[in-house]
């Protein structure tokens, strides 16, 4: 089996502990290139990554080495490590135990990855996708 052709995107959803409003557009830019470089890193593609102070939504193109549970753990680490050692905050910045993840047809992409990229708009306007919104809590 020498050729393979992989197409797998995921909507990935993830909050701050206890829902801290911690992302404050001062640092958001600096915590979302973080997670990008980490994205990248581990071989995916990163298509599309924005949120609310609260929670962070991810659309990603998924490589073949790589699980969803891997992808989400080391972007969260990654993250809230830069969160604590460059940023210097009050108090230790961590991500919420769980994540959603929602696989995407290639038909929908564009949708979430429009949907992504206006998350202060559609939260603003209380214009949500409750499905896009989903965060497993613990």
């Known amino acids: 089996m020498g050729n393979k052709k992989l197409a797998l995107y995921l909507h990935l959803v993830w909050a701050t502990w206890d829902r801290t409003p911690w992302i404050i557009p001062q640092i958001e830019r600096q915590i979302y290139r973080s997670i990008i470089r980490q994205v990248y890193g581990l071989g995916c593609k990163a298509l599309a990554i924005n949120g609310m102070p609260d929670h962070v ?24 490590r830069f969160i604590n050692q460059s940023l210097n905050l009050n108090d230790q910045f961590k991500w919420q135990i769980g994540y959603g993840a929602f696989s995407i047809s290639r038909w929908d992409l564009h949708k979430v990855i429009n949907y992504v990229k206006s998350q202060k708009e559609h939260h ?13 809590e613990n």
């Not at 992808?71 to 809230?80: E, N, Q, T, Y």
């Not at 306007?125 to 965060?135: P, T, Y």
């Open 57 to 80: 939504h991810l659309a990603v193109k998924f490589h073949s080495t790589i699980c969803v549970a891997e992808l989400v753990k080391k972007s969260k680490g990654v993250s809230s």
């Open 124 to 136: 603003s306007d209380n214009d949500l996708d409750l499905d896009l919104e989903a965060i497993y």
